[in-house]
C-alpha cells in the first residue's frame, strides 16, 4: 500500500495529528527489542504518550501481538527466547491486522539474524527502519556494514529502501544525516537531528520504538516520516543544554514527553528536502 501524501504541508499536518491521536490513544506497542537498549526504548515510548510492553516469552508474545496497537521487533540481541517466538509473533500480529516494525539492526553482517530477517520479511512488516548498511544487505544488495556501524550513505540505500518498500507493501526509513523515509513512490528526506544521538547506546532503538507507536495510529509513510522528526527534533532542543552524552540522554526523554502536534508539524515541514545527498 503506498500513501497518498501530496505536499509537504499535508505530510506536516498528518504527521501533528498523528502525535495528537498517539497520545490521546496511547497504544500498547509491544517489544521484541534489544536488550542492550530496552530502558530507553520503554522510556521513550511513554515519553510520546504511548504505553510499552517488553514482552518476548515464547507462548504469550504471540498472545499479545494479537491485541497490541502495534509490534516492535528489533534484532539487536537476538536470544533463543526471541528466536524461539518471534516468527510466530510477527504473524499474529499480521493476522489480526495490528501493524509491526522490523529493526533489522547488523543485517548483513551476522548470519543468524541475516537468515531471520529474510524470513521474517514475508510477514510483510508496516515499517523497516535500519541504517543504510542494513536496508542494503536486507534488499540483497552488497553492504559495507560493521556490526551496528553503517558504512555506506543514506543515498546509497536509496534503491534498495524503494525495493523494500515495494515488497513489503510498507515503508522503509533510511537513519542518516538527512534521513530517507520512502514508501516506493514517495520519497521524503529529512535534515534534522543532532550528532550527539550517535554518542549514546540505543537511539536508533528508539527510533524503531517511535516508529511502531505512530504506525498504530497513522499509515506507513506518515508513521516514519513522525517517529524520525520527533526524535529528531527532541534530539535538537536536547543538545543545547546538554554538557554531554549522559546529560543529552536524559535531556532527550524530556523533548519527546514536551514535544506537541504544532512544533512536530513545523519541524517536519522545515525539515523536507528535496534531493539532498547524505
Not at 207 to 223: D, N, S
Not at 231 to 258: C, K, N, T
Request: hydrophobic share 50%.
Amino acid at each position: 500500500m503506498t500513501s497518498a501524501l501530496p505536499t509537504p504541508h499535508d505530510l506536516a499536518a498528518a504527521c501533528g495529528a498523528a502525535l495528537d491521536d498517539l497520545r490521546a490513544r496511547t497504544p500498547l506497542v509491544q517489544c521484541l527489542t534489544n536488550e542492550v537498549t530496552t530502558n530507553l526504548v520503554a522510556n521513550a515510548l511513554l515519553a510520546v504518550g504511548a504505553s510499552p510492553a517488553m514482552a518476548s516469552v515464547p507462548g504469550e508474545a504471540e498472545e499479545l501481538a494479537g491485541v497490541a496497537g502495534a509490534v516492535l521487533v528489533n534484532l539487536g540481541t537476538p536470544g533463543p527466547d526471541q528466536r524461539a517466538c518471534v516468527g510466530s509473533t510477527v504473524a499474529a500480529a499480521a493476522g489480526a491486522g495490528v501493524p509491526w516494525v522490523l529493526d533489522p539492526v547488523a543485517v548483513g553482517v551476522l548470519s543468524v539474524r541475516t537468515r531471520l530477517a529474510a524470513h521474517l520479511l514475508t510477514e510483510r512488516p508496516a515499517v523497516v527502519r535500519g541504517n543504510a548498511s542494513e536496508v542494503r544487505a536486507l534488499a540483497g544488495f552488497v553492504s559495507a556494514g560493521r556490526g551496528v556501524d553503517a558504512r555506506d550513505g543514506v543515498e546509497a540505500a536509496v534503491d534498495a529502501a524503494d525495493a523494500l518498500a515495494r515488497l513489503t507493501g510498507g515503508a522503509v526509513a533510511v537513519s542518516g544525516p538527512v534521513d530517507l523515509v520512502t514508501d516506493g513512490a514517495t520519497r521524503v528526506r529529512l535534515a534534522v537531528g543532532d550528532p550527539l544521538l550517535t554518542a549514546i547506546t540505543g537511539a536508533g532503538c528508539a527510533l524503531g520504538g517511535l516508529v511502531a507507536a505512530f504506525a498504530a495510529v497513522a499509515p506507513p509513510l506518515t508513521a516514519a516520516v513522525a517517529a524520525s522528526t520527533a526524535l529528531g527534533r527532541a534530539a535538537e532542543r536536547a543538545a543545547v543544554g546538554a554538557r554531554g552524552p549522559a546529560s543529552f540522554q536524559v535531556g532527550l526523554l524530556d523533548e519527546l514527553y514536551r514535544l506537541t502536534p504544532d512544533d512536530l508539524a513545523a519541524r517536519v515541514a522545515s525539515a523536507q528536502r528535496v534531493g539532498v545527498p547524505a
